[in-house]
């Protein structure tokens, strides 16, 4: 005579269950994760079904459960699975790495930023991050930022909507202060590359401070007609017009490049680096505007 043993009928059961789930999830539409979270507590009821099957069935007066331990060991792991499956969904993680797999690289115009200037604003203070950065003197009273960012994003969904979200201006007497700010991003495993490339226009008869982060910048002096000084930008590349009329200082650097001859370069020893510093001196015309870098290893010099 063949003996029942509890958890044969529900592996069976189980299986069969799953299949119809998942077949049914081709044709209907259905997300894979979410049937996969939805379908476990099945695999409970038909294990309690079966064992009151068994009972009730059972000819003996006192009947005694005998389980086919390798049987429900296999609808346990797939319990597990689907119990794993509902407390990632829970706690939002599956909808995080949904979004990951989703996620496609894409490139989106910076909303543009403008700010007007008027006669009490003598010097500007720029301070920006880890991107790369072109800043232009302009014949406009104002400072005015454009450009393009390049990110990892599901439904080609922007990041950005106002100016706000990645620039803020705030005057301080006769100062104003331009905070460029990182894009919003994830943290951790969610954390998505991200390029931005701006251009800066500065109203060419204002002073100029740059807060470099380590990032490239490139000069465009054209039109200048005020003093800039550069400081903590990982490069800098700077373009001049023929008849410009410049004083360029780069102090402390490791190499300056560029129009082979221009530059008169002091080399000098600093006990608290490694190696040979230099000082570059390049000079146009009069040499009325002053632009002076410092803590900046690498300048090139180009024409514009």
């Known amino acids: 005579m063949r003996t ?80 794993l499956f509902a407390t990632l969904s829970a706690t939002g993680v599956m909808g995080k790495v949904e979004e990951v797999v989703a996620r496609e690289e894409m490139s989106f115009e910076l909303p543009d930023f403008s700010h007007q200037l008027d006669d009490s604003i003598k010097r500007v203070v720029l301070r920006t991050v880890g991107y790369q950065t072109t800043i232009e003197a302009t014949d406009e009273k104002e400072v005015s930022m454009f450009g393009t960012y390049r990110t990892q994003t599901t439904k080609k969904k922007k990041l950005l909507t106002t100016a706000d979200e990645y620039v803020h201006a705030n005057k301080k007497g006769d100062t104003l202060f331009i905070n460029v ?61 023929e008849d410009g009329n410049l004083n360029i200082a780069a102090l402390g650097i490791t190499e300056a490049n560029g129009k082979d001859g221009a530059w008169k370069i002091t080399e000098k020893v600093n006990p608290d680096v490694e190696g040979v510093e ?18 900046t290893p690498y300048v090139s010099l180009n024409s514009n």
């Open 4 to 83: 029942w043993r509890v958890g044969t009928f529900s592996m069976g059961a189980s299986l069969v269950l799953l299949g119809l789930f998942l077949f049914l999830s081709r044709f209907l539409g259905l997300d894979l994760v979410h049937v996969m979270s939805a379908w476990w507590p099945i695999l409970l009821i038909v294990l309690g079904i079966e064992i009151l099957l068994y009972l009730f069935f059972s000819r003996q007066e006192k009947p005694l459960l005998k389980y086919d331990f390798v049987s429900i060991l296999f609808v346990g792991l797939l319990g597990m699975v689907g119990i």
């Open 181 to 241: 700010k990182t894009l919003p991003n994830e943290v951790g495993p969610f954390y998505s590359h991200q390029e931005v490339a701006s251009t800066i226009l500065i109203s060419k008869g204002v002073k100029l401070e740059v807060i470099g982060n380590g990032n490239e910048i490139t000069l465009n002096t054209r039109n200048l007609e005020n003093n800039w000084s550069i400081n903590g930008a990982s490069s800098l590349n700077i373009k001049v017009v």
């Open 278 to 295: 230099k000082d570059a001196v390049y000079q146009s015309g009069e040499g009325t505007y002053d632009i002076t870098i410092t803590n």
